[in-house]
Nanobody
Framework: QIQLVESGGGLVQAGSSLRLSCAAS????????MAWFRQAPGKEREFVAAISWSGATTYYADSVKGRFFISRDNAKKTVYLQMNSLKPEDTAVYYC??????????????????WGQGTQVTVSS
């Protein structure tokens, strides 16, 4: 069983940076593709970024491309989301997710097997 715990959220001004972390428990983290999703009030959960189990493949939603960067440290069982040039529209609860099926993950939240509890990111204008 895998448990995921996010941290690093907070309240920041537009243009600032934040780094989210997602720490995993369990032996098989290095075989999980990992992703970040976010959900704003009244909106559906949306894909942000994903990284393959090896870290060799990453991909992003168009809305964050060039501003957000996903990475992982398998020795520390942690995945990160570096968020730069934050905008008010980035305000949401951010969730990390793990996928045991697809080695590079997926854009679709219903294909992930493990989820963290979420961390709030609020960007003021």
């Amino acid at each position: 069983q895998i448990q995921l715990v996010e941290s690093g959220g907070g309240l920041v001004q537009a243009g600032s940076s934040l780094r989210l972390s997602c720490a995993a428990s369990g032996r098989t983290f290095s075989r999980l593709a990992m992703a970040w999703f976010r959900q704003a009030p009244g909106k559906e959960r949306e894909f942000v970024a994903a990284i393959s189990w090896s870290g060799a493949t990453t991909y992003y939603a168009d809305s964050v491309k060039g501003r957000f960067f996903i990475s992982r440290d398998n020795a520390k069982k942690t995945v990160y989301l570096q968020m730069n040039s934050l905008k008010p529209e980035d305000t949401a609860v951010y969730y990390c997710a793990g996928d045991v099926t697809y080695s590079s993950g997926s854009y679709y939240y219903n294909e992930y097997d493990y989820w963290g509890q979420g961390t709030q990111v609020t960007v003021s204008s």
